[in-house]
C-alpha cells in the first residue's frame, strides 16, 4: 500500500525521477490557471456577470470576509497570498476523488513547501506593512531575554503546520485503506465523502493559520508608557 505518492514514478527527465507528487501538483495548478482563464477571458464591467463568474466572486468574497475577521490592515494584498493557499489545498484534496489521483498534500514534501512559503510571507508582510524596524522590534518583546525564544516560536510555527496538516491527511488515507480492505463494497463511497470534507476543512485551517500568522507580524506594537505620555 502506497500512502505517498513520492514513491510513485511517474517518468523520467535524464536522471531525474518526476514522482506523483511533481505531477498532481502541475495539474492542479494547471487547473487552477485554466479555470481563472476561462472565467476571466470576457471579463468586462458593462456585462452582466456569468454563472461561472458568479460562483467564483461568491468564493473570492467568502475567502475575503474570513481574511477581514483576522486582519484589519492589508487584507486585499493577505488575500492573494492565503486564498492561493486554500485554492490549492482545497483542490488537491478535492480531486482524490479521481481514481489514480493521489494529493500531492499526502506528501511531506509538499507541506513542507507550503509552510516555507508561509515562513517567508510573514516577515515580508510584516517589513511591507510596518518597515524592517518594527517587525525586527517584536523578537525582544516585552524584553531582550525574549529573543532566542520568539525566534524558536516563530520556527515552531512553521513546523506545526507542516505536521497539521501532512498528519490530518495521512490519517484520512491511512483510515480509508484500513476500512476498504475491510469492506471495500460498503465504505468507498462513505469515505470518500469524509476525506473531501475533511480536505476542506485543513485547507481552510491551513489558509487561517497562515493568515493569523501573518496578522500578528503586520499589528503595530503597543506604546510604552513613554509614549502614551508624549
Known amino acids: 500500500m502506497q500512502l505517498s505518492p513520492d514513491q510513485t514514478v511517474v517518468f523520467t527527465l535524464g536522471n531525474w525521477p ?10 492542479v495548478m494547471a487547473l487552477l490557471v485554466g479555470i481563472s482563464v476561462l472565467v476571466t477571458r470576457n471579463l468586462r464591467a458593462d456585462q452582466a456577470p456569468g454563472r461561472w463568474r458568479s460562483a467564483l466572486e461568491l468564493i473570492v468574497t467568502l475567502i475575503q470576509g474570513q481574511i477581514e475577521e483576522v486582519t484589519r490592515s492589508g487584507a486585499r494584498h493577505v488575500l492573494y497570498f492565503a486564498g492561493t ?14 481514481p489514480g489521483f493521489a494529493a500531492p498534500t499526502s506528501s511531506l514534501s509538499t507541506t513542507v513547501a507550503l509552510t516555507l512559503a508561509v515562513l517567508v510571507a ?12 518594527q ?26 503546520l507542516a505536521i497539521r ?9 491511512v483510515i ?9 463494497f460498503f465504505f468507498p463511497v462513505v469515505m470518500d465523502m469524509l476525506g473531501l470534507l475533511t480536505g476542506l476543512i485543513q485547507a481552510y485551517i491551513f489558509a487561517i493559520l497562515a493568515t493569523v500568522y501573518i496578522s500578528s507580524a503586520m499589528a503595530e506594537p503597543p506604546l510604552n508608557t513613554s509614549q502614551k505620555d508624549k
Open 165 to 173: 496538516l501532512y498528519g490530518n491527511v495521512m490519517s484520512g488515507a
Open 85 to 98: 493557499l486554500f485554492l490549492f489545498i482545497a483542490l488537491a484534496n478535492l480531486l482524490t476523488v479521481i
Open 122 to 133: 510573514i516577515p515580508l508582510f510584516g517589513i511591507a506593512n510596518g518597515g524592517v524596524r
Open 176 to 184: 480509508a485503506a484500513i476500512l476498504l480492505s475491510i469492506a471495500p
Open 135 to 160: 517587525y525586527l522590534h517584536k523578537f525582544i518583546e516585552p524584553s531582550i531575554i525574549m529573543l532566542p525564544f520568539n525566534i524558536i516560536g516563530e520556527f515552531s510555527r512553521g513546523v506545526s
Open 18 to 27: 518526476v514522482n506523483a507528487t511533481i505531477v498532481n501538483t502541475w495539474i
